[in-house]
């Protein structure tokens, strides 16, 4: 999970560890691109406005390495113009979630919905 609100990333990790998942955070994109590198995690919850790498640089380093084939990406952020959300559907994301208009609940039941899915 690559966001920089430590309150809503410790709350949202410890939802889905509740659920059964295995969960890391990351507060910028630099330590979610090193994250994904190393652990190469089935799903990534990605905020676009984050320190240092953008959510979007994010992507583009996923496009490049090759790394977006595998690996479902639900964005969860509280930019919610058609512009943003037409943007990082270019990447493929699996899906675009709006922070403010979604509750822990409906992440983890996205979150099993993709996963589930697959």
């Not at 999970?1 to 410790?10: P, R």
């Not at 037409?86 to 919905?113: H, P």
């Amino acid at each position: 999970m690559g966001e920089d609100d430590s309150l809503l990333s410790s709350m949202i990790v410890r939802r889905l560890d509740a659920e059964g998942y295995d969960t890391e955070a990351t507060y910028d994109g630099e330590q979610t691109i090193k994250k994904i590198r190393d652990w190469k995690p089935d799903l990534l919850l990605l905020d676009i406005l984050m320190p240092g790498k953008s959510g979007y640089d994010v992507l583009e380093v996923m496009r490049a390495e090759g790394i977006h084939a595998s690996m479902h990406v639900i964005i969860l952020s509280n930019l919610s113009a058609k512009e943003d959300i037409a943007r990082a559907q270019k990447y493929g994301v699996t899906d675009f979630l709006v922070k403010a208009r979604t509750t822990l609940a409906e992440v983890a039941e996205k979150v099993k919905s993709v996963l589930s899915a697959s």
